[in-house]
């Protein structure tokens, strides 16, 4: 064999070693990787296109997440058993104010309660921001929400821009909001 | 490294055994043998043939069986290590925070070691994955690095091969024979199923090669059914989820987009020990209850083609269906099991108006605890308030009362009546057996009356998308075993000198008996000299010298 020939070989061999060896290592990889981040979030990731709903506010106008496209929106997980859920209410109102004629809206998806139960609480803790019941639980799915308060930061192109589970201090919130604000 | 150039001439690739060609041992040691090692025809493992960059060393690495035992005795001993704390989905810990404190709390620092370690929830831990991946690994580089070489050189073997490669055969014989003993021999060698080649003043017969490749066919399937496994992490293939449902709910199959549960009702049937299952009552009056039957009565909706999450009103019925134990509703690669249920959960709690000293009653009122209303209208213009509702009353925070949870476990109330008696209206905080006056005392109290309960249903939603796959795995895994364990690779080598001695050998992957038998026939017909067998000549010859040595 001549030893054109033999280096030819001898580099198809490497070529062929190193793709086969590739592909076994990405196929781990990536098993690895959606493993581990399935912990958090099982269908959601950041960076992905927020799921589209509609749901009814408490006076009977239907949201639909699409409509908000240009704007960010803070949509926000909660119900009225859930304490940090509670205690981060009026700092999304005060923000709100704030931010509302800066294109951020909130959008506040309760759980599966009573129209009574989630009126009393807005009415008493004076949320002027709209507040959908997710009667059947289908958002809440949809999003995979696991704990509660969880907030879904949208950005106005309608990607997820965070995903923040646990309470937010009134700074957090008004650092998101200006995370989401369009340009 | 340099070819190994055989004394017929063929050139071996470096780390050959045993010439491709003519089957001349082509080391010392080979050389040395009494009988030739077949494992392989004597082929160079091509992992060891180069070994010079960083890819071959990788590549080498992977291809040795020791270290695919290697990998799978540290996998077997992971595996038991797991079993030896329970694994996070049986710790009664939700949270990751919670399930990581659960693991200190209760083992110490053990606890926290295995928690860091991941061995909390072992086949998601990122190692774990990790060592079964580099196993499927070493299970295709090995199977490449050995199938390649062997498939080679049997496609490729001769006829003829030189008289040191068929003494060094188990089974040999030699002596004279006639001008038509090799024409025989293939007659006989022929009916009994063999492919016969001949070249000049031999004949090769072979039968079975096909069952050479049965352990190349066996980790097919394993790497096959890997991949299942390494599918069911993907999004879309697996799902096993819980839903709760109470009677009268309506909810969102989880992982199933577009599909929506209502719950008509729970049942749990037990057997009566009367009439027909009086035969049972026995057993009963022993034991006390015994569940008959338990099932959730459920309608399955659709969101149509297009519509939104939340967009409800113009959900399809896709069917009504009765879920019982072992018999799941099954739709649209989904299936629901009957898992679990809860009784008698508080759906409403009714009351009567009552003045407190005469015990006179305005009337009833019934709170639905599930979508309380906010007035209730009673007798002679009387009207209960509903200013706060707490289904799990947990305490005051700030004056506040408090819900520990969504479902009206233990509801709390916050009531203004208003009587003609007490026009100003009068506040009342009621939990069960409890009543709070804020405000003074009243002069009406609600007493309670009854409760009406529902049940909830456990059910597991199920999807495996991989089952087809995992099958296929399976069988073509048990198909590779088949192929190895009851087919024989078997061949003779026969070669009629010139002075008219035979000389044959003969060789198979495992069952000599029947070798033997094959070759007891053809011995027969074709007056082929008596064989040996080598091995146990030899094995006979060592307890003989053993005996003598004691």
């Not at chain 2, 149509?304 to 739709?331: C, S, W, Y």
């Not at chain 2, 003045?355 to 009673?378: A, C, M, Q």
Request: hydrophobic content about 35%; glycine content about 8%; overall charge negative.
């Amino acid at each position: 064999m001549s030893t054109e020939k033999k280096r030819n070989k001898k580099k198809n061999r490497t070529i062929m070693r190193s793709v086969i060896l590739l592909l076994l290592v990405a196929a781990i990889g990536y098993t690895i990787y959606n493993s581990v981040t399935a912990d958090e979030v099982e269908v959601l990731r950041v960076g992905d296109a927020a799921p589209d709903f509609t749901l009814t506010d408490l006076d009977g106008e239907t949201h639909k997440l699409s409509d908000y496209k240009g704007q960010g929106v803070f949509l926000n997980f909660w119900g009225t058993w859930c304490e940090p859920c509670i205690k981060e209410m009026p700092a999304m109102a005060s923000q709100y104010d704030v931010y509302e004629d800066q294109g951020v809206q909130i959008l506040a998806v309760n759980i599966a309660q009573s129209n009574f139960e989630v009126e009393t609480f807005a009415r008493q803790y004076g949320l002027d921001f709209p507040i959908v019941i997710d009667r059947d639980k289908s958002v809440m799915t949809a999003y995979n929400i696991r704990p509660l308060p969880t907030t879904m930061l949208v950005n106005p192109q309608g990607e997820i821009q965070r995903i923040v589970t646990g309470e937010m201090t009134e700074q957090d919130i008004a650092g998101f909001m200006e995370e989401i604000k369009p340009e | 490294m340099d070819k190994l150039i055989c004394k017929c001439g063929h050139e071996n690739p470096p780390g050959t055994v045993l010439c491709e060609s003519c089957g001349r041992p082509l080391n010392e040691q080979e050389q040395n043998k009494k009988l030739a090692d077949m494992r392989y025809e004597g082929t160079a493992r091509r992992s060891q043939t180069y070994n010079k960059s960083i890819i071959d060393k990788i590549w080498n690495f992977f291809s040795s069986v020791k270290v695919g035992v290697g990998i799978i005795i540290v996998l077997l001993i992971a595996a038991a290590l797991g079993t030896i704390l329970p694994q996070k989905q049986y710790v009664p810990a939700t949270t990751d925070a919670a399930i990581e404190a659960y693991y200190t709390d209760i083992y110490g620092s053990v606890g926290t070691v295995y928690h860091a370690l991941g061995f909390h929830d072992l086949y998601n831990s990122f190692w774990f994955i990790g060592l079964v991946g580099m196993l499927a690994i070493s299970l295709i580089i090995a199977s490449l690095d050995r199938f390649v070489p062997l498939y080679k050189s049997l496609k490729n073997q001769r006829v003829l091969r030189h008289s040191s490669f068929m003494r060094k055969q188990r089974i040999l014989a030699e002596g004279p024979g006639d001008a038509d003993t090799l024409k025989k021999a293939e007659e006989k060698l022929t009916d009994l199923k063999y492919k016969v080649s001949t070249d000049k003043n031999g004949l090769l017969a072979e039968k079975g090669r096909f069952s050479r490749w049965g352990p190349y066919v066996n980790h097919i399937g394993l790497i096959i059914f890997l991949f299942g496994v390494m599918l069911r992490m993907m999004p879309g293939f697996y799902v096993d989820e819980t839903l709760w449902i109470r009677e009268g709910e309506t909810r969102a199959i989880p992982d199933a987009p577009g599909y929506v549960l209502e719950s008509k009702g729970f049942t749990l049937e037990t057997y009566t020990g009367e009439g027909e299952e009086e035969k049972f009552g026995e057993a009963i009056d022993r034991v006390g209850t015994v569940a008959k039957n338990y099932q959730t009565d459920v309608v399955l909706y659709k969101i149509p083609e297009g519509a939104l999450p939340g967009d409800t009103a113009d959900m399809e019925m896709v069917e009504e269906h009765a879920i019982r134990v072992n018999q799941p509703f099954k739709f649209d690669g989904y299936a629901l099991y009957q898992m679990d249920f809860q009784q008698d959960e508080l759906k409403t709690m009714s009351f009567a108006l009552q003045n407190k000293e005469t015990g006179e009653s305005r009337g009833d009122l019934t709170i639905d605890l599930v979508n309380p209303e906010t007035n209730y209208e009673l007798e002679d213009g009387s009207v209960v308030e509903l200013l706060g509702y707490y289904p799990d009353f947990s305490g005051f925070e700030n004056g506040e009362p408090q819900t520990a949870t969504p479902l009206p476990k233990n509801p709390g109330f916050l009531v203004k009546m208003t009587t003609p008696d007490t026009p100003d209206g009068e506040t009342s905080f009621i939990t069960i057996q409890n009543t709070v006056e804020p405000l003074g005392d009243n002069d009406y109290k609600l007493a309670f009356q009854g409760v009406e309960t529902r049940d909830a249903s456990g059910l597991t939603v199920r999807k495996d998308r991989t089952l087809p796959i995992l099958g296929l795995g399976g069988l073509i895994f048990m198909i590779g075993v088949a192929q190895g364990m009851y087919f024989n690779h078997r061949r003779f080598w026969i070669q009629q000198q010139a002075d008219g001695s035979i000389l044959l050998a003969g060789h198979t992957n495992k069952n000599w008996f029947g070798l033997k038998k094959d070759l007891d026939q053809v011995t027969d017909h074709a007056s082929l000299p008596a064989y040996r067998d080598q091995q146990e000549d030899m094995e006979a010859q060592e307890k003989r010298e053993g005996e003598q040595l004691t």
